[in-house]
C-alpha cells in the first residue's frame, strides 16, 4: 500500500500541476503582417515620439531594485552594477563588441576567464533590462514581424523575433489606447513556461528630449519597476563626467557605431 501511495503523490501534483498550466497558457497567435501592421507600429512610434528617445545620447535607470546602467547611447556603452560588498560587480563594456570590458568585482579589478563570465552576464543583463524598458523601439528591426492580430473588436499588434538579443523566438501582443499608447502585452517568451503571459504599461514617463517610456510593468504575480530613471544630450551632462574614458583608452578603436 505504501509503494503504491507514494505513486499517487506525483501523479497528483503532475496532473494538478498540468492542469493549472491548460488553464494559464494560451496558444500564440497568427497574425497579419503588411503595410496595415506597418503603419499601426509606427502609429505607437508616434504616441511615444520615438524619435526624441533615438536622440537622446544617455540614459541612467535601475531594474527591478537589482541592476543599475548607465548607458552611453551615442557610443553604444554601458555600465552595469548589480551585487553587493565582495559581490558588487562594476563591468563597463562595448554594446557592439561585448567582449571589450572591463570589471570589478568587491572593488577589485578582474581578469581572464572571470572578467570574459562578467562581461557575458552584463551584456545578458543589458539586453534583458533594456528590453523591458522600452521594447517599443525594437519593431523596425532586422529579423522582427510585425502583424495584425484581431482580438475583442480590436486590432492588435503582434511582434515576433527570428533573432536579435539573447533569446530569438520571443513574440509579444500589444493592446492599444486610441492614441497608439500600449496598455498591455502578453508574451509568448522563453523565459516564461507558459504562453500568454500578461503585464500592463503603467507609469509613463517623458524623458529628456520628449521620449516617453513606461517604467512599471505589473500583473496578478509581479510589480517590475524601473526606476529611478534619468536621460540626458550626453553622459557627460548625465553624470558630469566621461565615465568610459578607461574603455576607450584600453580599447583604441573600439566600435562606437553600429
Same mark, same amino acid.
Given at each position: 500500500?505504501?509503494? #503504491? ?8 501534483? *503532475? ?16 497574425? #497579419?503582417?503588411?503595410?496595415? *501592421? ?5 502609429? !505607437?512610434? $508616434?504616441? !511615444? ?17 537589482? =541592476? ?10 554601458? +555600465? ?8 558588487? *560587480? ?21 581578469? @581572464?576567464? +572571470?572578467?570574459? =563570465?562578467?562581461? $557575458? #552576464? *552584463? ?10 524598458? %522600452? ?11 510585425r502583424s495584425i492580430v484581431e482580438k475583442h473588436g480590436k486590432k492588435m499588434l503582434f511582434i515576433s523575433f527570428s533573432s536579435g538579443g539573447v533569446t530569438p523566438g520571443d513574440a509579444y501582443l500589444y493592446e492599444l489606447d486610441p492614441t497608439g499608447l500600449p ?11 507558459? @504562453? ?22 505589473? %500583473? ?9 530613471? +534619468? @536621460?540626458? $544630450? ?25
Amino acid at each position: 500500500m505504501l509503494r #503504491k501511495a507514494l505513486w499517487i503523490v506525483p501523479l497528483t501534483l *503532475a496532473t494538478i500541476v498540468g492542469g493549472v498550466f491548460l488553464f494559464l497558457h494560451k496558444p500564440r497567435p497568427q497574425g #497579419k503582417p503588411g503595410p496595415a *501592421a506597418d503603419a499601426l507600429a509606427k502609429k !505607437v512610434w $508616434k504616441a !511615444v515620439n520615438n524619435k526624441a528617445w533615438q536622440e537622446m545620447g544617455a540614459l541612467r535607470w535601475t531594474f527591478w531594485g537589482q =541592476s543599475h546602467h548607465i548607458w552611453d547611447r551615442r557610443r553604444w556603452f554601458d +555600465q552595469v552594477t548589480w551585487g553587493k560588498g565582495a559581490k558588487k *560587480a562594476v563591468v563597463t563594456l562595448s554594446l557592439l563588441e561585448p567582449h571589450k570590458g572591463l570589471a570589478t568585482l568587491g572593488g577589485r579589478e578582474v581578469t @581572464g576567464k +572571470q572578467l570574459a =563570465s562578467l562581461l $557575458k #552576464k *552584463a551584456y545578458e543583463i543589458w539586453c534583458n533590462d533594456s528590453y523591458w524598458l %522600452n521594447p517599443l523601439e525594437k519593431f523596425f528591426d532586422r529579423g522582427v514581424t510585425r502583424s495584425i492580430v484581431e482580438k475583442h473588436g480590436k486590432k492588435m499588434l503582434f511582434i515576433s523575433f527570428s533573432s536579435g538579443g539573447v533569446t530569438p523566438g520571443d513574440a509579444y501582443l500589444y493592446e492599444l489606447d486610441p492614441t497608439g499608447l500600449p496598455l498591455r502585452w502578453w508574451m509568448w517568451v522563453s523565459v516564461f513556461p507558459i @504562453g500568454g503571459v500578461e503585464a500592463k504599461f503603467e507609469n509613463w514617463k517623458t524623458l529628456a528630449g520628449g521620449g516617453k517610456v513606461s517604467t512599471l510593468r505589473t %500583473n496578478s504575480l509581479f510589480s517590475l519597476r524601473m526606476e529611478p530613471i +534619468q @536621460g540626458a $544630450k550626453d553622459i557627460k551632462t548625465l553624470v558630469g563626467s566621461d565615465i568610459f574614458r578607461s574603455l576607450t583608452q584600453r580599447f583604441p578603436g573600439i566600435r562606437t557605431k553600429p
